[in-house]
């Protein structure tokens, strides 16, 4: 079945360092992948997306490459604020347009 | 703007009194999702909507119902709330045009059961 394995949190970084958040997928056919943020007490918020291989999105210095030979889309961003604390969790979307949301990474980011 | 609004975004029920938590959306979409979420997990599709047909997710409990009176509003229902369901309930929308059908997500009502 489809699946998204996100990397375990907390990650903790210092304002202005690089960060890597890890996410896998499998699945069937060909899915679209999301990353959606969190910030505390608040809904979800799509932070970019890829329809397919090779597409790049990216948003707010945020971005991630849909690497189908690899089955991964890992989250970048080269110099990361406080702000940026959250959780971040992996998604994808079947052909059937269901979503399927990895666990979630939640970002600490120390001034 | 358009957008996904819950109301109320904090509610307290007691064990076992029906509470109903609402949705609506300003952005004419025409799939409605309902999401449950506990601390530090993803969120779990209890059902959605596509227009007025109804689909439910296989291991969604009994206890949860939800209505669709029109396209801006749905409803979620549960019937006999236990200290097991208190977590954040997630609305979401998205329309079925386009390649990718991202899902546009409300607030959240934080559920609490006493």
């Known amino acids: 079945g489809n699946s998204v394995t996100q990397m375990e949190g907390p990650v903790t970084l210092s304002e202005e360092a690089f960060l890597t958040i890890n996410c896998t997928y499998t699945?069937?056919?060909?899915?679209?992948l999301f990353w959606y943020v969190q910030y505390p007490g608040e809904g979800l918020q799509l932070l970019l997306k890829a329809t397919k291989a090779d597409d790049k999105g990216s948003n707010k210095g945020f971005e991630a490459t849909y690497r189908k030979e690899t089955t991964s889309f890992h989250l970048e961003k080269g110099s990361v604020q406080v702000s940026d604390s959250a959780v971040y969790f992996c998604a994808l979307m079947d052909n059937f347009n269901k979503f399927y949301f990895g666990s979630g990474t939640k970002l600490n980011v120390k001034p | 703007d358009a957008m996904v609004i819950q109301n109320p975004r904090y509610q307290v029920t007691q064990f076992g009194k029906p509470v109903t938590l609402s949705c609506s959306q300003t952005l004419n979409h025409n799939v409605m999702y309902w999401y449950q979420q506990k601390s530090s997990q993803a969120p779990k599709l209890l059902f959605h909507y596509y227009d007025k047909d109804f689909n439910n997710e296989a291991d969604t409990p009994d206890n949860f119902q939800s209505r669709r009176p029109n396209t801006s509003f749905c409803f979620l229902d549960i019937r006999s709330p236990g200290l097991g369901d208190a977590a954040m309930y997630l609305c979401a929308t998205s329309t079925r045009s386009g390649r990718a059908y991202e899902q546009y997500f409300g607030p959240g009502t934080r559920l609490t059961v006493t």
């Open positions: 699945a069937t056919g060909y899915p679209s």
